[in-house]
Nanobody, 116 residues
Framework: QVQLVESGGDLVQPGGSLRLSCAAS????????MRWYRQAPGKEREFVAT????????NYADSVKGRFTISRVNAKNTVYLQMNSLKPEDTAVYYC?????????WGQGTQVTVSS
């Protein structure tokens, strides 16, 4: 059974940091490109960051470039999103995504709220 379980979401003040984790199971994690997306209230889900299945190739949305870092540890079947210098506009539910060819898996999401 395929599972993606996100964790680490919380309420944080502007300028603060959080690290999100996504634990994968039920598929060959190291063969999949991993991505983070987010969805704010009343808005469409949007791309945040991606990391290649192997190596260190990454890409980011312009809105988070320089503040967020995506990483993965294939031995732990886990992908991370380090979020620094958080802004109120980063408030959203953050989703983990695994994709390879016709296979496309989603987690249930974790809430990040940036507010004073």
């Amino acid at each position: 059974q395929v599972q993606l379980v996100e964790s680490g979401g919380d309420l944080v003040q502007p300028g603060g940091s959080l690290r999100l984790s996504c634990a994968a199971s039920g598929f060959t994690f190291s063969s999949y490109v991993m991505r983070w997306y987010r969805q704010a209230p009343g808005k469409e889900r949007e791309f945040v960051a991606t990391i290649a299945s192997v190596g260190r190739n990454t890409n980011y949305a312009d809105s988070v470039k320089g503040r967020f870092t995506i990483s993965r540890v294939n031995a732990k079947n886990t992908v991370y999103l380090q979020m620094n210098s958080l802004k109120p506009e980063d408030t959203a539910v953050y989703y983990c995504n695994a994709r390879r060819e016709m296979y496309n898996y989603w987690g249930q999401g974790t809430q990040v709220t940036v507010s004073s």
